[in-house]
């Protein structure tokens, strides 16, 4: 396990040092960048609007219950940008796109793909690495900003529909309004980057150290969407808690 | 393409190369020299340690022991392919399937920005007609035979204008006709631009029929060098037995 993430730390070290490389490779970055978008946005939308509307649901006629009903908004505006929607939508593209990387790029290594390029003198953290790691950095905070907005819709649209809570749009957002900062957009914002960096380093590090057929495909699918989210679980509470401490 | 002297073949010297895995010997010492624009084909039966003989020789693994030179300087513990322009067609063909058969070709060209795109479709049109599959370039490496994906393969690292190519069984899994054409592809190419190459194989018809000089390599040693003519009249009995190897059975007519 300390071997895994000294070696996932030394390969985003890597493409870090590549970074100033990413000119060059935009192409490549914009491919990647069409891919994340049109795989996940209706999933994520379809997630988002339901993960908002259960917030209100749960939450809203306890509130009603002590006369607190105009706090439904504040409550479903925090819950999505600080935590629920940065977490679930990494989870959504650990899912989806950490997974595609690591099969894409664990048949490459299998089918000799990785050595071509190696003996072509082409280093395959600038070719594959780096393209992926910058689309997924800056698609999935994109995402979340999106998976934000539909998530406070979904709440609201359940805050005015359902009778036990029955307020109206202007008190869910004029709520929202007054409890949601911007720095809590941009708390939730920075959170998704390290979830983006976490997803998009596992996912490149399972498919390069893919050994053997099909099978060994399978399994660095498998270990990077398990690894992803056991990881973005440990580092939401790691950011989190610095978050607490340097702002608050 | 270049001419001659724009890409003459390099020496490699292979001395005292050891490689294991989990403790058990793969290549166990070997000793070799390969001249400038010679064809050198490594010739043994599957699991002999040959394709990992070639894996060494352009770096992508590194040895326990021993060492390997191109014209003198270390392949190991240097990115000798910053030097030299070295290219493997692979076994599989190595091609990447994310690309056409036009941008895979290019691809050396394309990544290190040698050339505009103008030139690099001319060179990969160039090329792939060379290998004798001129206007493929729009196709995917999925939409073609075996074959076919090793010429690309070769087109490919043709445009590299090596000064070394090394052949991963470039026969394998193809039949007699396409193996005949990869044969010729690799001694006319020789031939035209006095490319070194090494070539390894289990192929005994492509190895007599293009090699300068052949090594026959049986569980990680070399056991012979020596011309074709050399190897087909050694009294080496396990060189022989796999040089003479044929079917031994016992065979009777079902026809009516």
New interface residues.
């Given amino acids: 396990m300390f071997q895994n993430i000294g070696e996932m730390f030394l390969l985003f070290g890597k493409s870090l040092k590549a970074l100033p490389l990413a000119w060059?490779h935009r192409r490549k970055i914009l491919e990647q960048l069409f891919e994340i978008g049109n795989a996940s946005l209706l999933m994520a939308c379809v997630l988002s609007l339901f993960i908002g509307g259960v917030l209100a649901l749960q939450t809203g006629p306890v509130l009603v219950e002590r006369g607190l009903s105009s706090f439904i908004g504040g409550i479903v505006g925090l819950s999505m940008c600080k935590e629920l929607g940065p977490v679930m939508m990494s989870i959504l593209i650990a899912g989806r796109i950490g997974s595609a990387m690591a099969a894409?790029i664990g048949s490459?290594q299998v089918?000799?793909?990785i050595?071509?390029?190696?003996?072509?003198?082409?280093n395959p953290v600038h070719?594959l690495v780096l393209p992926r790691l910058v689309a997924i950095c800056v698609a999935l905070p994109l995402l979340v900003v999106f998976s934000i907005l539909v998530g406070w819709s979904g709440g609201a649209l359940v805050s005015v529909l359902n009778q036990e809570i029955g307020i109206s749009f202007q008190s869910y957002f004029g709520n929202l309004r007054e409890v949601v900062e911007v720095r809590d957009v941009f708390d939730g914002l920075f959170k998704s980057f390290g979830f983006a960096l976490i997803v998009g380093v596992v996912g490149c590090h399972q498919g390069l150290n893919t050994i053997g057929g099909p099978r060994g495909i399978g399994r660095s699918v498998t270990k990077s969407v398990v690894n992803s989210i056991v990881l973005i679980l440990i580092m939401d509470y790691v950011i989190t808690r610095l978050l607490m401490v340097f702002d608050y | 393409m270049g001419s001659n002297q724009e890409t003459p073949g390099v020496r490699v010297t292979v001395s005292g190369l050891r490689k294991s895995y989990d403790g058990h010997p793969v290549l166990k010492g070997l000793d070799f020299d390969v001249a400038p624009g010679e064809i050198f084909v490594v010739m043994g039966p599957s699991g002999s340690g040959k394709s990992v003989l070639l894996k060494h020789i352009i770096g992508l693994e590194l040895p326990d022991e021993g060492e390997i030179f191109v014209n003198g300087d270390p392949v190991i513990g240097t990115q000798i392919t910053d030097k030299y322009r070295m290219a493997m067609v692979f076994q599989s063909g190595g091609l990447l399937n994310s690309l056409t058969v036009g941008e895979n070709v290019g691809l050396y060209l394309s990544e290190h920005q040698l050339e505009s795109a103008e030139a690099i479709e001319r060179i990969v049109a160039e090329k792939l007609k060379l290998v004798g599959l001129a206007n493929l370039q729009h196709h995917v490496p999925s939409e073609l035979s075996g074959g076919m994906k090793k010429r690309v393969a070769l087109a490919r690292a043709l445009a590299v204008e090596p000064q070394l190519i090394l052949y991963d069984e470039p026969t394998a899994e193809l039949d007699p006709l396409n193996a005949i054409t990869i044969g010729e592809e690799i001694y006319n190419l020789n031939q035209r631009i006095h490319v070194t190459s090494i070539v390894v194989t289990h192929d005994r018809d492509l190895a007599f029929g293009v090699a300068d000089r052949v090594a026959i390599m049986v569980e990680g040693e070399i056991l012979v060098v020596g011309t074709p003519e050399e190897i087909r009249s050694t009294s080496n009995t396990a060189v022989r037995e796999f040089i003479t190897a044929d079917f031994n059975l016992n065979k009777t007519s079902k026809t009516p």
């Fill in positions: 060059r894409e490459m089918y000799q793909e050595d071509a390029l190696r003996t072509m003198n082409i070719y």
